[in-house]
């Protein structure tokens, strides 16, 4: 194996590791990234999926529906 492909795999496994992935988050860690893919929904951002906004959108039916039942 040349050094240079072995210094390549090399930076591959450092990138790797710097990675977290979701299950070793924290919960704050998820708060914010949650809150972070509202924003861009609520600014119309074009990486944001079509499916989170839509769940958004019911969640905040839901909320709406529970505050008018409880005022009512």
């Known amino acids: ?19 977290k992935p979701h299950h070793t988050c924290t919960a704050a860690e998820r708060e914010m990234r949650f809150s972070q893919l509202v924003a861009a929904a609520e600014r119309g951002a074009r990486y944001v999926r079509p499916r989170f906004i839509e769940l958004l959108n019911l969640a905040r039916a839901r909320r709406d529906a529970a505050e008018l039942t409880e005022f009512a």
């Open 1 to 19: 194996m040349r050094l240079s492909s072995l210094e390549s795999r090399l930076a591959k496994l450092a990138a790797a590791r710097q990675h």
